[in-house]
């Protein structure tokens, strides 16, 4: 009993410590997934008997390099873009305010809340685009993510030893199935959701440059990482896009294709990608899992939506193991 407490309390603080940490959490929790993302690579070619060091570091190299060769210049431009979209924010709020006054007394409420959702959204946007550049300009955490999981990814049989002892080896021993239950809903939502995301990316930067909308690697990556909540995700790029679309000289006709393709795009996620990729690893109805993401952003904002979906799945895992447990016992 006294063992449970300590657990209790151990994790209570770590959560509190990490809720206080900021950007520091951010950066760890990021650098444990991009370690437990990277683990099955390393344990495939060490079953081929390759030495773990040498695949972890050879990984490691390779990343490195590619940060340096494509990922400064690609980084830039995309850092460079960003900041210009937000700096024409006014801007296409002067033009939707324009806009909104030429639908003339009658159609005066629509032109009120036109002006009124474009300056809370524009404002939102805005806020989260700049807070972004500035975690993103801090090398410093980059840096800390590469490091940190390099080391979780050489000592993995100890930190796995020492959450064995942790938690107790008997306990950890009478949930083997349980924990690979578990594993496996983790692996395969995040694999899955990666995968979606970077072809929405693909599939919107295709849709902008066809129809010539400004920012258009801007508003496939915004799209792309949206597209990690399932099903609707993916509908946040019309924010930028309409934004984006009042920058282009035949603005009806850019934001008609705007819609159009993103409502094609997140189609596609929905009906096919999601299915295929993540739903067959987590099979929770669609209806549960827009619940997990309207309570987990409310709850714990940002990350509470980061996270609601691999903790919604995890909590299906473990209500189907304790009914079947409960069935036995009966």
């Not at 938690?167 to 950890?172: F, N, P, V, W, Y």
Request: charged share 15%; aromatic share 14%; glycine share 6%.
């Amino acid at each position: 009993m006294k063992r449970k407490h300590f657990i209790i309390a151990a994790l209570f603080f770590l959560a509190l410590l990490l809720y206080r940490a900021g950007a520091l959490a951010v950066a760890t929790i990021i650098s444990v997934l991009f370690a437990y993302l990277l683990d099955p690579v390393v344990e495939t070619l060490e079953k081929k008997k390759v030495n773990r060091k040498i695949t972890v570091f050879a990984i490691y190299t390779a990343i490195l390099l590619l940060f340096v060769t494509v990922g400064v210049k690609g980084g830039a431009y995309i850092f460079s873009q960003t900041q210009d979209f937000v700096k024409e924010i006014p801007l296409y709020m002067e033009k939707s305010k324009a806009i909104a006054d030429k639908l003339g007394e009658e159609y005066s409420w629509l032109g009120e809340t036109v002006k009124n959702l474009d300056a809370y959204f524009a404002s939102s946007l805005q806020k989260f685009l700049k807070s972004a550049i500035r975690i993103v300009s801090q090398a410093v955490y980059l840096f800390l993510v590469y490091i940190f999981s390099l080391f979780i990814l050489l000592n993995r049989d100890r930190v796995v030893r020492s959450a064995r002892q942790f938690i107790g080896e008997k306990r950890a021993d009478d949930y083997t199935d349980l924990l690979g239950e578990i594993d496996g809903v983790l692996r395969g939502f995040f694999r899955g959701r990666l995968l979606v995301c970077v072809l929405v990316f693909i599939l919107t930067l295709i849709g902008t440059y066809i129809i010539r909308i400004k920012h258009p690697i801007f508003i496939a990556i915004f799209t792309g990482v949206s597209s990690f909540i399932p099903y609707y995700g993916a509908l946040a790029g019309l924010l930028p896009g309409l934004l984006a679309s009042l920058g282009t000289p035949n603005i009806l006709k850019s934001a008609i294709s705007l819609v159009i393709l993103i409502v094609a795009v997140n189609s596609i996620e929905s009906n096919l990608l999601t299915p295929f990729l993540t739903a067959r690893h987590i099979k929770i109805h669609p209806a549960i899992i827009i619940f997990s993401v309207i309570a987990g952003g409310a709850l714990f904002g940002f990350w509470g939506i980061f996270f609601s979906l691999p903790v919604a799945g995890i909590i299906k895992v473990l209500y189907t193991y304790s009914m079947v447990h409960a069935e036995k016992e009966g």
